[in-house]
């Protein structure tokens, strides 16, 4: 059988059968890390909000994306809406260069060693009785790297290093992130996130990103995005500075961001509407933003945004 591979990545990615759920603990990652991604897709699929946003999408392209889906579990007998819980991806160093993924749901991984054997220039090795597997990915033209940790455990990385270092963090080989660490948020999310990023040293993560040089002498980031309720959409990012001079930076970089979001109010007017809720403050070395949308509030953008697309040109005046 012949797979794409981006197709067999993704497939292999999801793939799940029963076994039990492994706990997200901060002690599974190592001393070194410096930023933690999180996305909860129990959390996504449960929100009411979530599924609304989700009808929105044309029809066609979700019947599309349904029967994709349907495809994959009869091929592999995954359901990929209830098996896969939560995605992290941790890194030490420059988040542009990608850290490591930790998948956490229910896996097979002997029938997922099999698909993988497939891709190619496929091969395995031993680590401390743990098998890494290596295979060519032709989509983005890397070597792809995964070990199953442990039972409702997959990790997953473009580079052997920190595969091997997440291995030897989860075996007590190497030192973990205590119990007190300033990443700590990240394992205590709060009720309704969906999304959120933490992290800490900011210096050391954003590299020579020039979109991101105000958050370089930022000592912490927190980002979480998530549905408290039923009927609310909520954004919220906070950034603590070294002292309050790098502080109005980052808060007038922010406000740059949103006065240039809604200087386009012709052409995207309901983007510069939403950008006009953002809410920045800065107190001290301390910068906040907030955002806030209703289901109502919601759908009146994207009521409005589809009229916008469909409506008949404007007529031009053809007078001489």
Known sequence: MTMKPAFAFTAALMVACACRLHAIEARDFSAQTHWVLMLDLKAVQASPLFS????????????????????????????????????????DGDASKGGVAYIYGRFDAQRLTTILAGADDYSTS?????????????????????????????????????LVKALDVLAARRPSLPANTPLRAAFTPSPGDVLTLHA?????????????????????????????????????????????????????????????????AAEEPEAAGLASQIGITCEGSAVRMDFGITKAQLQTVLQNRKERLTAPPAPTDNAL
């Open 200 to 264: 800490s040293d900011l210096a050391d993560i954003v590299g020579t990103q020039p979109t991101a040089q105000a958050l370089r002498q930022a000592k912490s980031l927190s980002l979480r995005i998530g549905t408290p309720n039923a009927e609310t959409l909520k954004t919220a990012l906070a950034v603590t500075a070294t002292d309050e001079q790098t502080a109005q930076q980052v808060y007038q970089a922010l406000m740059g961001l949103r006065a240039l979001a809604m200087l386009r």
């Open 52 to 91: 609304f946003v989700r009808d929105q999408i044309d029809a066609d392209k979700r019947q599309e994306a349904e029967r994709k889906l349907a495809a994959i579990e009869a091929m592999f007998g995954v359901n990929l809406k209830k098996d896969i819980d939560h995605i992290v991806i941790a890194g």
């Open 126 to 162: 031993n680590y401390h009785g743990t098998v890494i597997q290596r295979w060519h990915d032709k989509a983005d033209k890397k070597t792809k790297h995964a070990a199953f940790a442990k039972p409702g455990l997959a990790l997953f990385s473009d580079q052997a290093g920190p």
